[in-house]
Nanobody, 127 residues
Framework: VQLVESGGGLVQAGGSLRLSCAAS????????MGWFRQAPGKEREFVAA????????YYTNSVKGRFTISRDNANNTVYLQMNSLRPEDTAVYYC?????????????????????WGQGTQVTVSS
């Protein structure tokens, strides 16, 4: 399964971007989709996730109220709407898919539970 992200770019602080992640296969079976990000010199961190069937969403505290994750099951696509962007949101954003059952809510937050990864898209927020 190939995940392809799009929608990154350069934006001023306070602006918005919408990231998209499309799966390459028509038959796409995952339990969850997530967004992670990695800033220069930092470890990859969890941003948001969504349960593929029920639609429950999960966010890291720093993006709550600003970012919204959503999905389009019919088109195997997940989105990340990012509003009120801050310079500290600057990072490469990665889309990820979990092909194995999510047994605990804590697993949504863990990159090791995701089997499929996109190539990443750069988001740069200027001050």
């Amino acid at each position: 399964v190939q995940l392809v992200e799009s929608g990154g770019g350069l934006v001023q602080a306070g602006g918005s971007l919408r990231l998209s992640c499309a799966a390459s296969l028509r038959t796409f079976s995952v339990y969850a989709m997530g967004w992670f990000r990695q800033a220069p010199g930092k470890e990859r961190e969890f941003v948001a996730a969504i349960a593929w069937s029920g639609g429950n969403t999960y966010y890291t505290n720093s993006v709550k109220g600003r970012f919204t994750i959503s999905r389009d099951n019919a088109n195997n696509t997940v989105y990340l709407q990012m509003n009120s962007l801050r310079p500290e949101d600057t990072a490469v954003y990665y889309c990820a898919g979990a092909g194995t059952y999510i047994a605990s809510v804590y697993w949504y937050y863990q990159s090791s539970k995701y089997n499929y990864w996109g190539q990443g898209t750069q988001v740069t927020v200027s001050s």
